[in-house]
């Protein structure tokens, strides 16, 4: 059934089972695309993505069936772009309720470099992708911040939980990138006080990871719902 879909014609008139989206569902035998937007299959067609990597094809669909995810794979292995599809998925179109997605990074570079990685994959949409800068912290009241999509560092978030009264109670995409160094680097506070913010009960929560070691693995189950855990590779190296 799916797969005479899949053979046919995508949205934009190529062979299906070229792009990313379908393939992925054809992997799994579900209807093409997925619900994916055209503008989607686009951007990542001029990125130049055709196949998914192996992390991508396990984790889009965990994360699109509203699952929450540990998800460990080298570096390198497109783990960004594993989160963020099903994200810009999930939130479907910009919206003016305030913060619908937050992602912790650890070290500010790595916040920049995925904000920009989020906003070609978001061409062509309204969403208002923001990066925690430190100007923005300085601003004296952020309830009000225009913003689908956040993009931090755990301490700058908290910061600005703290003292600067953002609402992440309407966050329903969590994710907590190279988590590993995350957790390494002592952010354990800071990262409990933004995963306590996004009070929101049907959250989707995701941890990315190249290494998952025991005790970051514990840690992020007793604050995760019943978390799907793929690995690509080697859990440790
Ligand atoms: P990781 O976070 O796992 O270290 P990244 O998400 O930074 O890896 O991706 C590494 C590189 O692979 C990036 O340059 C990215 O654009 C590229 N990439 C991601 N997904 C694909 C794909 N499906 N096909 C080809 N290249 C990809
Ligand atoms: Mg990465």
Do not use: W
Request: glycine share 6%.
């Amino acid at each position: 059934r799916c797969c005479r879909r899949v053979k046919g014609k995508d949205l934009n008139g190529n062979s299906a089972s070229s792009d990313l989206f379908n393939q992925v569902c054809y992997y799994l035998g579900k209807s093409p695309g997925f619900g994916c937007e055209p503008y989607l299959l686009r951007n990542l067609k001029e990125l130049g993505f055709k196949e998914p990597t192996p992390i991508q094809r396990q984790a889009i669909p965990i994360l699109l069936s509203g699952r929450d995810c540990f998800a460990c794979a080298p570096t390198g292995s497109g783990k960004t772009l594993a989160f963020a599809c099903p994200m810009l998925m999930k939130l479907k179109h910009a919206s003016t309720d305030g913060i619908r997605a937050v992602i912790l990074c650890p070290t500010r570079e790595l916040a920049a470099q995925t904000t920009r990685e989020c906003k070609k994959l978001a061409k062509g949409k309204k969403f208002r992708i923001k990066l925690m800068t430190k100007q923005l912290v300085g601003k004296a009241d952020l309830s009000k911040l225009p913003c689908d999509i956040l993009i931090s560092t755990p301490l700058r978030l908290r910061l600005a939980i703290r003292k600067k009264k953002i609402n992440l109670s309407r966050v329903e995409y969590l994710v907590l990138d190279e988590s590993d160094k995350l957790f390494e680097l002592g952010m354990l506070k800071q990262i409990d006080s933004v995963v306590k913010a996004c009070s929101n009960p049907s959250i989707i929560q995701s941890l990315f990871s190249a290494t998952l070691p025991d005790s970051v693995e514990e840690l992020a189950r007793t604050r995760m719902h019943d978390a799907v855990r793929v690995i690509i590779g080697r859990k440790n190296t």
